[in-house]
């Protein structure tokens, strides 16, 4: 791999109260590059996203962005140092019309002139959107509302975005077109992106590497390509 690393994390340990949820996880993403996360209910997955975030504290190893380390326990300084989160359920104000979700995802951009242009940037990768600005989102379709989440992280035009389950609870046919918005993310903007998804053929046919998690560890690392390739045989190893 010749790209610069982007994230690196070594030996990570987490969890909640006494109970250890990472038990030492490493892993690698170079700037520009799609990697799957995978793994069963419970192996870890989303604490892993929100430890590197720093919604939980790390209690031991370490995250590194571009060598430097990160401050993992203030998400407000990660964010505006250039991580995002899409979280499982899609995290958006059901309330609020579109623009005014997309506005609170741009809450770390300071200049008037900047949000304008990057929510025309957001309308222009979801139409759909566009159409609807000021439709109040709980009334826009569950794929719809994954644009307004995905529309909300893009706003501080973050390095790495990490996306938790991006269609869970979506007909197939709209998985298909979720997934497919991940890989326009990363063409147009560069962005890196860690993708946790149920969905493994799909996001297996949009990553180039893939990591999977078991009991709280990284049990197998490899491209995208050779874990597609070898269908099922792998999975039900772990």
Not at 23 to 49: C, D, F
């Amino acid at each position: 791999m010749n790209q610069a690393m982007l994230l690196e994390v070594d030996g990570l340990e987490a969890g909640y109260g006494k109970k250890r949820v990472l038990a030492g996880v490493s892993l690698r993403v170079a700037a520009g590059e799609i990697v799957a996360l995978l793994g069963h209910n419970g192996a870890g997955k989303s604490t892993l996203l929100k430890t590197i975030l720093g919604l939980i504290p790390a209690r031991g190893g370490e995250i590194r962005v571009d060598g430097t380390a990160w401050a993992s326990g203030d998400p407000a300084a990660n964010v505006r140092g250039g991580l995002a989160m899409v979280p499982e359920g899609r995290g958006v104000f059901p309330d609020l019309t579109v623009v005014e979700n997309l506005r609170l995802g741009a809450y770390t951009v300071g200049e008037r002139a900047t949000v304008i242009a990057r929510m025309a940037d957001v309308f222009d990768l979801f139409p759909m959107l566009a159409e609807r600005r000021n439709q109040v989102v709980r009334t826009l379709s569950g794929g719809q509302q994954q644009m307004v989440a995905v529309g909300m992280a893009l706003m501080p035009r973050p390095r790495l975005l990490m996306m938790d389950e991006p269609s869970i609870g979506l007909a197939p046919v709209v998985v298909q077109r979720v997934l497919e918005t991940v890989r326009q993310v990363n063409e147009r903007f560069g962005t890196a992106i860690v993708l946790v998804e149920q969905s493994i053929k799909a996001a297996l046919g949009i990553a180039a590497r893939a990591y999977v998690m078991k009991s709280g560890r990284i049990v197998l690392e490899r491209p995208a390509r050779e874990l597609l390739a070898a269908e099922t045989s792998w999975w039900e190893m772990y």
